[in-house]
């Protein structure tokens, strides 16, 4: 059954530490993104990623990296720096990059962070 | 910068009342994308409109992109229980995934 994984649902973390967000899609997508998410504010893009070892910021990237060593994971870590790191993360995938191609979303990373 | 605007923010309908949300864009879009998000869940994608004037229909819903392609509505008819959920546009200027510009959404709530 194709789709995309995210790990954990719940993530609590002590401000200051770093967290590294799941993301694994078994649908062989080319493209990848995260996504933020808070009440009121719809869809913001952190990173994309078009192929593998190759990936961009989006429009709030401050705070965040990312990694893409294999084509099926995507990875996203909230740094320290991030200064308003709780939110909802979601993590999509797509058949390319090109905008003809529909987003597929896993079911997020709630992350709190105190 | 270029925005999408989504109207209304939230609607209350009684079971079987239609619904309507709008995107409006200041811009000319390439295509515009709609999905759907149940209470708790994520995004799921519902449907592309490229052409202007497009009309596509899935059911009940019938979504719409306009003449000049600044525009677009989904509009559900006799709404049910299961229709509940946040419905989202996503516009593109053309090219990459990664110029979507989504609007905030407009929250259903259905009373039965």
């Known amino acids: 059954d194709g789709g995309i994984t995210q790990s954990p649902k719940y993530l609590f973390r002590k401000e200051g530490q770093n967290v590294t967000l799941s993301c694994e899609q078994n649908l062989n997508h080319d493209a990848m993104y995260w996504y933020r998410q808070d009440p009121g504010q719809g869809l913001r893009l952190i990173y994309y990623?078009?192929?593998?070892?190759?990936?961009q910021k989006g429009d709030i990237a401050e705070g965040y990296s990312v990694s893409r060593e294999k084509k099926e994971s995507f990875p996203l870590t909230v740094t320290s720096a991030q200064k308003n790191p709780t939110a909802f993360y979601l993590c999509?995938?797509?058949?390319?990059?090109?905008?003809?191609?529909?987003?597929?979303f896993g079911n997020g990373t709630r992350l709190t962070v105190t | 910068g270029q925005q999408v605007m989504q109207i209304p923010q939230y609607q209350h309908v009684q079971e079987g009342e239609d619904f309507t949300t709008y995107c409006n864009s200041s811009t000319t879009l390439s295509n515009i994308q709609w999905y759907k998000q149940r209470p708790g869940g994520h995004p799921v994608f519902l449907i592309q409109l490229v052409k202007s004037g497009e009309v596509k229909k899935q059911k009940r819903l019938t979504f719409q992109f306009g003449e000049a392609k600044k525009n677009s509505s989904l509009h559900i008819t006799a709404t049910q229980t299961t229709d509940v959920g946040t419905y989202f546009c996503?516009?593109?200027?053309?090219?990459?995934?990664?110029?979507?510009?989504w609007g905030l959404g407009t929250s259903l709530a259905v009373n039965p």
């Open positions: 999509a995938s797509s058949t390319t990059g090109q905008d003809n191609s529909p987003l597929h």
């Open positions: 996503a516009g593109s200027k053309g090219g990459n995934n990664r110029k979507l510009i």
């Open positions: 990623s078009q192929i593998v070892n190759d990936f």
